[in-house]
Structure formats: structure tokens, C-alpha cells
């Protein structure tokens, strides 16, 4: 079993920047997926970073092309936390953001449905 508990939505200005944080607990000690997704209202899930774990200080990172050169994942090995660092904002990024986990993934890390464990979500809004 994996918890997952994000942190660091809120409100902010288009242009802004906001740092989500996702803390992951239970076995994790093999190799991993972990993602960041997005939701809107009346809109799917949709991917936006996500980071290959292989358990190892390198892990190979996947954006979607909207967040291109905006954000950033990244992971802190010691403490099982997962960051999104967002920079640029635009109020389309308006939504709720989930952190997600995956034993395996067997097509795309982007795909919602590879993920087994999701965190309850943290809320952002950007205003113009």
C-alpha cells in the first residue's frame, strides 16, 4: 500500500509560480512511476509531469506540451516526496492537481489509468 498526501495549491496570479508537494509513504522501495495529473471542471484527467523512479539518484522526467519549460517534477529520494514547481502560470491551469503512483507502467506515463494510488488532490486557481 502507498499514501499519498499533496500540499501547496492555492490561488495566484497568471505569471506566478506555486510549489506542489506530494508525500508518499509505504513500500516504495522498488522501482516507481509517479506522476502529477490535472483535472478541470467538466473536463478527463489529463497528465502533466511525471518521473520514471527507478530507485536510483537519476530518474527520467516526461512533460505534457502544455506545461513544457513551465514546470518542473522532481523527487527527493530521503523523504519520498515529489515536487511540481510551477512557473508561468495561465489561468487554463486552473484545476485540481493529484499526485500519483505506479508499480508499472505498460503504455504511457501520462495515461491515468497506469496509476494505482492517488493522493485526494490539492486545489489551484490562477486569476489574470
Known amino acids: 500500500q502507498v499514501q499519498l498526501v499533496e500540499s501547496g495549491g492555492g490561488s495566484v496570479q497568471a505569471g506566478g509560480s506555486l510549489r506542489l508537494s506530494c508525500a508518499a509513504s509505504g513500500s516504495t522501495s522498488r522501482r516507481y512511476y509517479m506522476g502529477w495529473f490535472r483535472q478541470a471542471p467538466g473536463k478527463e484527467r489529463e497528465g502533466v509531469a511525471a518521473?520514471?523512479?527507478?530507485?536510483?539518484?537519476?530518474?527520467?522526467?516526461y512533460y505534457a506540451d502544455s506545461v513544457k519549460g513551465r514546470f518542473t517534477i522532481s523527487r527527493d529520494r530521503v523523504s519520498n516526496t515529489l515536487f511540481l514547481q510551477m512557473n508561468s502560470v495561465k489561468p487554463e491551469d486552473t484545476a485540481m492537481y493529484y499526485c500519483?503512483?505506479?508499480?508499472?507502467?505498460?503504455?504511457?506515463?501520462?495515461?491515468?489509468?497506469?496509476?494505482?494510488?492517488w493522493g485526494q488532490g490539492t486545489q489551484v486557481t490562477v486569476s489574470s
Open positions: 500519483a503512483f505506479s508499480w508499472g507502467v505498460a503504455a504511457s506515463l501520462m495515461d491515468p489509468n497506469e496509476y494505482n494510488y
Open positions: 518521473i520514471d523512479g527507478r530507485g536510483t539518484s537519476t530518474y527520467s522526467t
